[in-house]
């Protein structure tokens, strides 16, 4: 029998950046690896192996119980970001100490943690969740610029970037989507709010509950508008652990934490620290290393020991050691700080500092050693200093991954809401969610920006935009030019418009009109549907109108037939109707849309759809028009006059759940004078 604990230690990751943390807790257990291939220089440190994939969770709860049948096992632990749901259940599985999968789900997504801290008055960044472009657009107008995009549920700075006007949104979407497609628990992008200040973060310990902020990392951040951490160092003495200590243990006791070692990040804003997320595992970029040289806090061996459900080793500030210590990223051949160990990053207490090595294409070499100089006591922090001229060395880097494909839109269901009958109650800049759609606005104030969200299905499809910096016509077309949107600020209502031409110099084939206030989810989604049937060619086709209305009757609007056959739906609030001509000619519309119009502001809209219009884009636009799915907006949008009829909420710090929606049973409505339920308007 070995006559220490034996720990099991799940994904160890590099040697370079994590080596340090096996060789910790080896000094003090003995060590069984689960970890993805054969161990190469794990091998100094472990007793035992089980190749698995740790993000197969049967496969390493396999493994697990493989491991469990040969020793004795004390706890497990991780430092794998990617992994802590995982192991969460592994450790369950195994009957051994750990937080709740559920916690760790919840550190693992930035807009859960976001909904945790504003309930228990953890200061943090506004935030919405965004699935689409326009969802973006809305909630950065919503939020106010500039805007910081990240994926939900990802880590390593992979994918944020930050949107200081409306311009930047569709790439800073991109760039947050590509690496949201590649979590394990969610695609969604998270808007947030743009804090303004230098970043730290705060290096905790939690045991049964008690958490205790031991060390403060000062960073130093790359080039805007990314957020790559290219420089870390901490100070023994940093006056500002008393103050953004309890922030700290605040954010780690919202979301559940009982155990283990933390790295809670935040802003110094002028309103006072501002958490940006907690991540519950030993920072990465050596930062753990940091902390013991200045403040002889081992991180590693306190995980292992909370692990094994053992007091940790003195976490206090009074363990604290005079001195600091700094990352320093490795410097171009012959330089006094070079190093040939595999990409490892030399460490030194009281070091010198490097003066490039960060993100630049020409590299500065380190000047000779000098001292570390602490903060004055009780002296603000300044603002990172630009690459180039850190006080400390880089430490990490930032990949890129490809665009995903398009999203479809589909329903979606959102949780109870509640009936405010005066808008009067939020302020005009407030956020809420607001439904009936219909009568929520236009949504996007500016024209060009409206222009290129609506439009992003076809953009994405390679249609090409003329946007002209007046206020013009704005333009988009189809490669062969016979398909043509166009949003026009200087008409009479200045509206949207899209036609089909079978000659480009002919009258269009068919036309589909929106007025301006109509809102912007419903003309999306009617471009999406757009590019899907020009991509299938099928942009002539006839089909059953039923796809029509059946969302409407679904969605409870009431249904009437006059004596010609004209079918008239009508919504629950009377305010919409959607009017279906039996035998529409060539100067009246096959449908048409009107919504409140006997009320002025932004609620009221039109829409028209000629003869042609294909009925599978009219469904794509009636099926948005009945979806209960709330939309943001700014309280100060929406009609004061119509807000009893609104069902509204204060917009959560991140956008509620989303799943996909059951499709509700078809309901086909009741026959018109002369016509079968099944007959083609």
Known sequence: MPSRPTVLVVAPADEALRGYCLDSVAAAYDIVLITHSAPTWERRCIRDVEIADPADETALLTAGEALAARHTLDGVVTWSEWDLVNVARLAEHLGLRTNTPQVMRHCRDKAAQRSLFARHRVPSAKAMTAHTLLEAALAAETIGYPVVLKPAAYAASIGVSRAARAEDLPGAFDFARSGAELSRESPAVLVEEYLHGPEISVECVTHRGTTTAVAVTRKTLGPAPYFEEVAHSVDANDSLLVQVGPVATAAVRALGITDGVQHVEMRLTEAGPRLVEVNARIAGDLIGHLVHLAMGVDLPRAAADIACGIAPASPEPAARRPGSACSIRPCPAGSPHATSAKGSWPLRRGCGRCTGCARSARPSLCRPPGPC??????????????????????????????????????????????????????????????????????????????????????????????????????????????????????????????????????????????????????????????????????????????????????????????????????????????????????????????????TTGSCRWSARFSKHVPNTLVAAFTTSLADATPVYRRAGTLPKELGSYLVTEPAPPCAPGRSEAASPAPVRPPAGPGQSAARRL
């Not at 109108?545 to 008239?568: C, F, I, K, M």
């Open 373 to 598: 100089t602490p903060p004055a006591s009780g002296s603000s922090p300044s603002p990172a200093p630009a690459p180039g001229r850190s006080p400390s060395a880089p430490a990490s880097s930032s990949t890129s991954s490809p665009s995903p494909p398009h999203r479809t839109h589909s329903a979606r269901t959102f949780r109870k809401q509640e009936l405010v009958p005066d808008l009067d109650s939020f302020g005009p800049d407030d956020p809420v969610l607001v439904s009936p759609r219909h009568l929520a606005g236009p949504g996007l104030e500016q024209p060009p920006l409206a222009a290129a969200l609506v439009w992003s299905s076809l953009t994405k499809a390679g249609w090409s935009t003329n946007t002209p910096d007046d206020w013009r016509p704005m333009l988009c077309a189809s490669p062969c030019q016979l398909v043509r949107a166009a949003r026009m600020p200087n008409s009479t209502d200045g509206g949207w418009k899209t036609a089909v031409y079978e000659d480009a110099l002919a009258a269009p084939w068919w036309t589909a009109v929106w007025s301006a206030e109509t809102p912007a989810e419903l003309i999306a989604d009617f471009h999406h549907a757009l590019a899907e049937a020009h991509a299938t060619g099928s942009l002539h086709s006839l089909t059953s109108a039923t796809a029509v209305y059946l969302p409407l009757l679904n969605a409870r609007w009431s249904h009437t037939v006059d004596e010609r056959g004209n079918q008239t739906f009508t919504s629950p609030d009377r305010f919409a109707t959607v009017t279906g001509q039996r035998r529409p000619s060539h100067v009246s519309d096959a449908w048409s849309m009107n919504v409140a119009p006997g």
